[in-house]
């Protein structure tokens, strides 16, 4: 289990996250939702230390860590047990997809080129990229390029992995590929955090739903307590502008 408690971050003057608190059991998969700006990307990003909380606990393997005050070996070691995906794809351009993956695998778990080299390849196949293993970023589309990330995360077999808004910088005709990959990730049984815009992806995939603004968890529930019968006049606000009127009770 992940659990995350009373996080806070301030940019500035600007309190994006407000006592944030949630937690995630083994194996599930949660969708953070919410409008631009409502703190859903600092918070997956606080979880791995891309960003460093100015306050908030973090429960892991039976561990305690103070998110502010965090030690390096502590930092390293959510990292060996995560992935995180981003919506940029976070690949190294002068290196090619192959190459991308192996580089977690070598520099952070120690393994061994031969047998790094074997679980991307093998990760590439499952991805449905293997002939473009020798291929650069520059030479992939969009959609390829966020399956390579895709693929460099399952690779480090991780415990969980953060999506943050995977299909964002996608044409819309990449979108469905990208997502049926990650519907295969989240059938492996892998913990999952997923920052995503997409509704009805998120209806299918997600065992539960948490609807942030403000900086704060406005709502939280099944996919379809909280896209069909919100309880909070901030939520129904949010869906009314997304989602066909008749697609929810009010």
């Known amino acids: 289990m992940i659990e995350l408690k009373n996080v806070k971050k301030k940019f500035g003057n600007n309190e994006v996250l407000h006592d944030v608190s949630l937690s995630v059991n083994d194996g599930e998969v949660v969708v953070l939702l919410g409008p631009s700006g ?11 230390f891309l960003e460093r909380a100015d306050a908030g606990i973090l429960k892991f393997d039976e561990e305690e860590i103070d998110l502010k005050r965090a030690k390096k070996k502590q930092i390293l070691d959510i990292r060996r047990n995560s992935a995180f995906v981003f919506q ?10 192959l190459q991308n993956i ?17 679980i991307a390849l093998d990760s590439l196949e499952w991805v449905g990229l293997k002939d473009k293993a020798d291929y650069y970023p520059s030479q992939l589309s969009g959609g390829q390029q ?17 999506f ?28 999952m955090i997923i920052v ?9 995939v997600a065992d539960r739903v948490i609807f942030m603004d403000g900086g704060v968890v406005v709502e939280e529930g099944a996919p379809d307590e909280v896209f069909y019968k919100p309880k909070e006049e901030r939520t129904k606000k949010f869906l009314a502008r997304i989602l066909q009127k008749d697609m929810y009770y009010i």
């Open 146 to 162: 966020q399956r390579v990330g895709i693929a460099r995360a399952v690779a480090l077999n991780p415990k969980f992995i953060l």
């Open 38 to 48: 409502s703190g859903k990307t600092t918070f997956l990003r606080c979880i791995n």
């Open 88 to 97: 940029n794809y976070g690949l190294f351009n002068n290196k090619t997809a």
């Open 102 to 118: 192996m580089e977690g695998l070598v520099v952070v778990q120690k393994r061994s080129k031969k047998e790094a080299r074997k």
């Open 196 to 204: 995503t815009h997409e509704m009805s992806f998120a209806q299918e």
């Open 164 to 191: 943050d808004e995977p299909t964002s910088a996608l044409d819309p005709e990449l979108v469905g590929e990208t997502l049926s990959v990650i519907k295969k990730v989240a059938k492996k049984g892998i913990t």
